[in-house]
């Protein structure tokens, strides 16, 4: 059974960072793109960041662009989203998600269950 588990999430200032990570087990990492997303109370799941199966191409929300960077180690089979200038607006459950490399959030095969970040004022 895929099993994807995001770690990192926490209560941070506005203008801090945090990174977070995607620890992946039962599959083959190396073989799907790697997605984050995220949802805030009373909005929908929202696309922020692919990376390619290489970890040569990446795409963001235009959103995070600038702030956010988002990486992969295969030999870990974990991925990583690296947050810094964070703002109240950041404040969601992030979501990390495998499949194409697509900001499209019906795209993906498999989710993990989400790690909260919230950014305080």
């Known amino acids: 059974q895929v099993q994807l588990v995001e770690s990192g999430g926490g209560l941070v200032q506005a203008g801090g960072s945090l990174r977070l990570s995607c620890a992946a087990s039962?599959?083959?990492?190396?073989?799907?793109?790697m997605g984050w997303f995220r949802q805030a109370p009373g909005k929908e799941r929202e696309f922020v960041a692919a990376?390619?199966?290489?970890?040569?191409?990446?795409l963001y929300a235009d959103s995070v662009k600038g702030r956010f960077t988002i990486s992969r180690d295969n030999a870990k089979n974990t991925m990583y989203l690296q947050m810094n200038s964070l703002k109240p607006e950041d404040t969601a459950v992030y979501y990390c998600?495998?499949?194409?490399?697509?900001?499209?959030?019906?795209?993906?095969?498999?989710w993990g269950q989400g790690t909260q970040v919230t950014v305080s004022s």
């Open positions: 998600a495998a499949g194409p490399y697509s900001g499209n959030i019906k795209s993906y095969n498999y």
């Open positions: 039962e599959f083959t990492f190396s073989y799907y793109a």
């Open positions: 990376i390619r199966r290489s970890g040569d191409n990446t």
